[in-house]
């Protein structure tokens, strides 16, 4: 569905899609997800409304590399590289308490088991507050049928079975305690780890509610690190060891190793620790204590 909405809502059916790096001092990509490029001619942003092409616009936000307009024409709010929000986890994240899924005129979501707000199999949703957008999507996810007999558009066959949804109700209004839990947790070890020279914290924002879908830090000594907590029982993972752009599907774009040094960087240093809302004090300690045993080894 996302690739419909991206074909038929941005026209990028025929642009040429590149890999961006990470902004060193932010940790985040420095432009948003999808960008077009003009015959490799350099990168572009999008300086007019993607549906009605008014380049008649008023910032909404300016931060962390997110620049939001809302054109004056036809209302639709979108990024200037991206009109769609496409989100990992339930929208619980904001930005000076505006949901980071309302920042578009529409937003994805996932509900893949491993994500904060989840199901039992695999599903997502969309949201939006555009009536245009509502009807269209309600379309595209059953076959485009506007009634039995009538496909007004090619769509797909993409909804929630019931269980799933009745799944999918029953946590979504635990979203925010989800979210709090984790947000404590994550805090907490922030401070348990601030004092371990050999574990750099990255930057938290002012202004932004961070739901820690994951949380990663950079260490010293990374894969020596790794090791011993999964020895000691300590489910810490990379996410991920090799970037996307090395990926062998993506291969065809010509890149080679150095190409993004950033991204690079990360890859050798990033490491992730549990801090879901599940977890106890005392478990969190745990991982405290093992972080900083193995450094005074």
């Known amino acids: 569905m996302l690739s419909e909405i991206m074909k038929n809502h941005i026209k990028v059916e025929n642009s040429k899609h590149r890999i961006k790096d990470f902004n060193k001092d932010i940790n985040n990509i420095y432009a948003q997800y999808v960008q077009r490029v003009n015959d490799g001619h350099g990168w572009e942003k999008i300086d007019s409304c993607p549906v009605c092409n008014s380049e008649k616009k008023s910032f909404e936000l300016k931060k962390l590399d997110i620049e939001m307009m809302k054109c004056s024409e036809c209302t639709l709010r979108y990024h200037n590289k991206f009109p769609v929000d496409i989100n990992d986890v339930y929208n619980d994240k904001n930005y000076k308490n505006k949901s980071v899924g309302s920042l578009g005129s529409a937003s994805c979501y996932s509900f893949h088991p491993l994500k904060n707000i989840n199901i039992w199999s695999d599903g997502g949703v969309i949201v939006t507050d555009d009536a245009d957008l509502n009807k269209k999507f309600r379309l595209m996810r059953n076959h485009g049928l506007a009634d039995r007999d009538t496909v007004t558009l090619m769509g797909c066959n993409s909804r929630l ?137």
């Open 161 to 297: 079975d019931t269980i799933q949804a009745v799944v999918g109700n029953w946590i979504l209004p635990r979203a925010k305690s989800i979210s709090d839990k984790r947000i404590a947790n994550a805090n907490y070890l922030d401070k348990g780890f601030k004092n371990i020279n050999q574990i750099i914290i990255p930057p938290r924002p002012d202004g932004f509610r961070l739901v820690y879908h994951l949380y990663i830090v950079f260490a010293k000594d990374r894969d020596g690190l790794l090791r011993y907590c999964i020895d000691k029982g300590i489910e810490a993972k990379i996410h991920y060891p090799v970037p996307i752009y090395r990926q062998p599907a993506l291969q065809s774009l010509g890149h080679k190793q150095g190409d993004f040094p950033i991204s690079d960087a990360h890859t050798k240093k990033i490491i992730t620790f549990p801090c879901d809302q599940h977890l106890e004090r005392s478990q969190l300690d745990y991982i405290i204590e093992t972080v900083a045993g193995y450094y005074e080894k």
